[in-house]
């Protein structure tokens, strides 16, 4: 009888469930199992009312929760019954104004069906640059508001033609209350800028831009989340000339591509990259290059990967589809500043850089670069958590007693917002090395504020005491007497950023290997094993110091720190008689003025991070040049490994809370292979971990840092950990370097207030 009999519910659906087609998805499904009711966006999410046959609403209820749209996440669904009203129709109500928890999605590639629509003579979309639908499209980059409405978004300045407005607001279409549709009468348009910052007319700008690229020039294209600068990919003279102009000498460059199969014949790709490269994401993957002579060598000199990436709007593809090979795709900024998302910066700061600017006047809101993502042992890394991804959303279920703001870090930096039940790390913000870069950070700061109405009860920071974030922290405290200020190790929050993403409240062995970080004791760490829970840590091991020879100077320039691991282990008269490249490439006067240097420890901060000491090994393999970009050291070291199949490991001791290295220093001295040091050293620093984890059995191993982007180090660890059947944890939705270190922050805020008021 209860199964035949009417009832109604109301359904309170939180998650990322605006702007996925959830709304026209429980419209069919209540027209399916003829229910009455209705389905609205509000603060939280999404709320439906459904009356009907009891059967037919556990129906409706059961779908719900199995056949989602693609696009969305459910985090909580609410169920509540009430007083049947007799409703017999089903309707779609606007979306009410109230406060805000929903959540934003990321802005999505172009969708299968959208692409053979703007393939289709016949459709009236063919060939459109801003096709989209609910499946696909911008989202965040061109939000300024939630709820996500159109008229919260830059493209409210486009009024809808009556064929779009048709589709918009048709429940049955698959462009109902999608945000950004337009079409060619009613869209934005593509516009074609020289040097000159004049527009210059064309019938066909895209085939402009075309001809620019054949000619060898680069210039710039208005994506998503911000400008690429684009040339050839083919072409040599093209990349050298882009680098030249760029300042950016060796940095690997990425590589987008028009289809899949062209991606493969430059590069080996396993079934994870291909599934990364071909989702809806659309991220860029760092895969193995195969020996080829298709792209330009300089794309990524020196090492055996490459990162790849398809088109993903419709204007890139219809770009490289009319161009007809690869282009680079860098983002367009300079040195130490944010990606550029209007066609006035991109004349003002790159007019030497490109030849000409193919951009449009749909408004990029909020900046958004490109993820970068691998695979190790089909486990994904993410390197920068941006377009796709970002922002990324945690559900916490115990909720947060505070409205908790966590800074981040100085490098890679991401800021997370803890409210509620949620958790929201930021898209990667950058580098915070210029004034630029801190106004985008101050920028997005003030975009999560608004779009969920958010003022920070607490603040977390690093204790870094140059960090711009912290200071920044600082002074927000003291000018807001209301907000509680916390300041958090660097390594701990490493390790509680792990911690966050398996929702972990336990304790845990946690390996924390990176460059650097400001250490308890006011020195620099980076080789850190902590004992640690979401309460408090132990430094258990770390790496023996060493000594950064001119400060600054030691990370840019290896030699420094491969001269100073000599100092440690040999007199000044014996390393003067050394026949080595890294002693030859300093005069004697040079060799004795770091002696006196280190000796006194002058300008020489001591430093525990198992990064320099990459670039130390690196500069005892010969290795003396300048460094073109952060991590070089380690990307060419873990290609040489591969070229060795050694599977010894060079001496160290484990001397109390010392990873003492010396002896490891005179071995390497000793080998006539650098591919044979590079592969022993990273063999050396998986021995540490699993034999200090030996001594903690029962303790489920973490690894963060950014040494862990190291491929060989990485999957041979998981080959080891799972051969054992070792409980271990490493990052696979947030990044393993510091653009996680504000969701490690906020994790520890927010258990500590939830502990104090139990």
């Known amino acids: 009888m209860e199964s035949t009999s009417n009832k109604r519910v109301k359904v309170s659906i939180s998650g990322i469930v605006q702007g996925v087609g959830f709304r026209p998805f429980i419209y069919q499904l209540a027209h399916r199992y003829a229910l009455g009711g209705y389905v609205n966006n509000d603060g939280s999410g999404v709320v439906v009312e459904v009356e009907g046959m009891s ?45 805000i928890s929903t959540l934003l999605l990321s802005d999505i590639a172009l969708c299968s069906e959208c692409l053979a629509e703007m393939r289709d003579p016949k459709n009236r979309r063919y060939r459109y640059p801003f096709i989209n639908c609910t499946n696909c499209g911008p989202r965040y980059t061109i939000t300024k508001a939630l709820p996500y409405d159109r008229v919260n978004t830059s493209m409210a300045e486009f009024e809808m033609c009556d064929a779009c407005r048709a589709e918009y607001q048709d429940p049955n279409s698959r462009r109902y209350h999608a945000q950004p549709i337009s079409c060619y009468d009613c869209g934005p348009k593509l516009k074609l800028l020289r040097s000159s910052s004049n527009e210059v007319s064309y019938d066909d700008v895209i085939q402009k831009a075309v001809e620019l690229l054949d000619a060898g020039h680069s210039i710039a294209l208005k994506g998503l989340g911000g400008f690429h600068i684009i040339c050839d990919a083919t072409n040599e ?85 009319a161009f007809g090979k690869a282009v680079v795709a860098t983002s367009a900024n300079i040195s130490d ?79 997370t917002l803890a409210f509620e039940n949620n958790m929201i790390l ?23 504020k608004k779009l969920y109405s958010f003022e920070p009860d607490v603040i977390v920071c690093d204790k870094h005491p140059r960090y711009e974030t912290r200071l920044w922290a600082k002074e927000y405290a ?55 829970s979401t309460k408090e840590y132990e430094r258990i091991y770390h790496l023996q110091e060493l ?93 040489l490994s591969r ?26 001295l000793q080998e006539s292979s650098v591919a044979r040091v590079a592969k022993k050293f990273i063999n050396t620093i998986k021995a540490i971990i699993l034999d200090i984890s030996k001594d903690y059995p029962h303790l489920p191993v973490v690894l963060s840092g950014g040494v862990f982007q190291n491929s060989v180090l990485v999957d041979a660890l998981i080959k080891e950990f799972d051969a054992s059947g070792r409980r271990y944890y490493i990052q696979s939705q947030t990044p393993i370097n510091d653009g996680s270190i504000s969701l490690g922050q906020a994790y520890y805020a927010v258990k500590k207030f939830n502990r104090e008021s139990n």
């Open 237 to 321: 003279r093209a990349v050298a000339s882009l680098r030249y102009n760029k300042h950016r000498p060796t940095k690997p460059l990425a590589v987008m591509f028009d289809t899949i199969e062209s991606i493969k014949r430059i590069a080996h790709l396993s079934q994870k990259d291909e599934e990364l490269l071909c989702s809806a994401e659309s991220p860029i993957v760092t895969v193995e290059k195969k020996v080829s002579d298709t792209l330009a060598k300089s794309i990524a000199p020196n090492i055996d990967k490459i990162g790849v990436f398809l088109a993903y709007t419709p204007l890139h593809i219809l770009l490289l589809e």
């Open 426 to 448: 930021s898209p990667h913000i950058g580098d915070l090395n210029s004034l630029e870069a801190f106004d985008y950070f101050k920028r997005t700061l003030e975009l999560f």
């Open 478 to 532: 003291e000018s807001h007497s209301s907000v509680e200020l916390i300041e958090l190790q660097h390594h701990y929050a490493h390790a509680l950023s792990v911690m966050a993403e398996y929702a972990l409240d336990e304790r845990v062995l946690a390996f924390c290997f990176d460059g650097t970080g400001y250490g308890d004791d006011g020195s620099l760490w980076g080789g850190e094993v902590l004992l640690a």
């Open 643 to 668: 070229e060795s199949d050694s599977q010894e490991r060079y001496s160290y001791t484990l001397d109390g809370s010392k990873i003492e290295y010396k002896m490891m220093v005179r071995e390497i």
């Open 337 to 415: 500043e944010p990606i550029i998302t209007d066609e006035a910066e991109v004349e003002k700061k790159l007019s030497l850089v490109v030849e000409a600017t193919l951009t449009h006047n749909r408004e990029i809101v909020n900046a958004s670069d490109d993820t970068v993502m691998m695979n190790i042992d089909d486990k994904r890394l993410f390197l920068r958590l941006a377009r796709g991804y970002g922002p990324k959303s945690f559900y916490n279920r115990e909720g947060s007693q505070k409205r908790i703001l966590a800074v981040g870090a100085n490098q890679k930096n991401t800021i």
């Open 547 to 639: 000594y950064l020879l001119g400060g600054e100077k030691a990370v840019r320039e290896p030699r420094r720190v491969g001269l100073s691991l000599l100092f440690d282990s040999f007199s000044l008269d014996e390393i003067m008689q050394m026949d080595i490249a890294l002693v030859k490439s300093f005069t004697k006067e040079e060799l004795s003025t770091l002696h006196t240097m280190f000796q006194r420890k002058i300008n020489s901060p001591k430093s525990s991070s198992i990064g320099r000491l990459f670039d130390g090994v690196y500069a005892l393999s010969g290795f003396v040049e300048e460094l073109g970009y952060e991590g070089e050291s380690g990307l060419i070291m873990e290609r």
């Open 55 to 99: 059967r037919s609403i556990d129906s409706f209820l059961e779908r719900l929760n199995s056949e989602p749209p693609p696009l969305a996440q459910i985090h909580s669904i609410v169920t509540e019954h009430l007083e049947v009203k007799g409703e017999k129709e089903f309707k779609i109500l606007e979306s009410s104004q109230s406060h």
